[in-house]
């Protein structure tokens, strides 16, 4: 299990390290001058070089490369001294001239805009985003295995029916779109019947109160990003119940006198949920990338509208920290789930 693990975990550094030298590529060949972003078209060319040296610009690019893996690396070289260590906040380990081998966390530079560590954007908004992601796959799980288990029970009915092309529709239409359509029908068209508005964020000030939470806006959003979701979830729940319910067992519950009810939920759907759990647990990670335009539409303050608003203004630090971090929930989120299928079932690791 161990070996497994380890295996898994050099899988993960391998998508990393790539991740980080495509994003790092992609956002280096994109057209533009940062500094000029910056500083504005009228600035004069100190000021432009000032820039430019402050961020690292004017190195060349493999240079400017292995500066950004170098801050990127938990294990890492720094100037010894004060500044160095109030930037980096590392933990010396072994000195090397005017250098020092340090351990830290991964530093994800500043931004261009606001001269803000990136991490510290991050740790705002992500909290956010994270609630929005957790709450749009709560409501598609209940909803989902709800209507799921609902059309198998009745299955070539109009509920069967009904539910089928509520998962079709959910499946095919886009988020953006659908985020639109919900937007301006819950929030402006019904407003009055909802009570919710088409855009806000989680978080509102209130001039007597302070900063205050809104779960109101919470919906909309929480809506559009759980509706492909749960329309999978409906697909799935009902092909396994329809597989369980035609097991052999089922039919002797139903031969020794057990009631319909007892049947469905205390003994099918508990085995019809096995490829269910499977798929939420990988989905996750895809709800939080799938918020950024979600966010976006409804003014909703995390990640994803962070991240759409940096890319406006080319503020590409913002833009390329938030990529790294959704690359690693992905990879830490496999990591756990192969390890957690080879310790419930072991033939997973021979395979």
Known sequence: MLQYAIKKFLYGLAVMAGVVSVVFVLFNVLPGDPARM?????????????????????????????LYLNDLSPLSIHPDNKES????????????????????????????????????????????????????????????????????????????????????????APSFF??????????FVWSDYTGLNMSGSLYSYDPFKGEIMTWKNLWLPMLTLGLRPLAIIVQLTRSAMLDVLAQDYIRTARAKGLGRNAIIYKHALKNALNPVITAISGWFASLLAGSFFVEYIFGYNGLGRTTVTALEMSDFPVVMGSILFIAFIFVLINILVDVLYAFVDPRVKLA
């Open 38 to 66: 910056t500083m504005g078209q009228r600035s004069d060319v100190q000021s432009l070089e000032a820039v430019r040296k402050e961020f690292g610009l004017d190195k060349s690019r493999p240079v400017q490369f292995f």
């Open 85 to 172: 260590l109030e930037k980096y906040h590392y933990l010396r380990l072994v000195g090397v001239g005017e250098e020092v081998i340090a351990l830290k966390w991964p530093y994800l530079r500043r931004s261009y805009q606001t001269k803000r560590e990136v991490t510290s954007i991050l740790r705002e908004t992500v909290p956010n985003t994270f609630i929005l992601a957790l709450t749009a796959m709560i409501f598609a799980t209940i909803i989902g295995v709800f209507l799921g288990v609902l059309s198998a029970v009745h299955k070539d009915t109009w509920i069967d029916k009904t539910a089928n092309s509520f998962a079709i529709l959910g499946i095919s």
């Open 178 to 187: 659908a985020g639109i359509i919900i937007a301006w029908l819950f929030g």
